[in-house]
Nanobody
């Protein structure tokens, strides 16, 4: 059974930092693209960042470029999202998603972790 478990969400002041983790089990982690999405109240879920299976390629939403860094440790089956210079508008539930890079394509979601940026 595949599981993605996010952790690290918290209440933080503007300008602060957080590191989210996504621990995967039940899948061959190194053949999956890993992504972080977020969903704020009343808004659609949006893509924040993506990292390729071996970590050689990353992509970011314009709103988080130069502030957030996605990474992964394939030995630990874990993906990370380092978030710096947090803003109020970063408040959302953050989800990780795994998408298989080779056929047959499948994907999995975690349950989410709450990030609240507020003074």
């Amino acid at each position: 059974q595949v599981q993605l478990v996010e952790s690290g969400g918290d209440l933080v002041q503007p300008g602060g930092s957080l590191r989210l983790s996504c621990a995967a089990s039940g899948l061959i982690f190194r053949i999956y693209h890993m992504s972080w999405y977020r969903q704020a109240p009343g808004k659609e879920r949006e893509l924040v960042a993506t990292i390729a299976p071996m970590g050689l390629t990353t992509n970011y939403a314009d709103s988080v470029k130069d502030r957030f860094t996605i990474s992964r440790d394939n030995a630990k089956n874990t993906a990370y999202l380092q978030m710096n210079s947090l803003k109020n508008e970063d408040t959302a539930v953050y989800y990780c998603k795994a998408v298989r890079a080779i056929k047959p394509i499948d994907h999995y979601w975690g349950q989410g972790t709450q990030v609240t940026v507020s003074s």
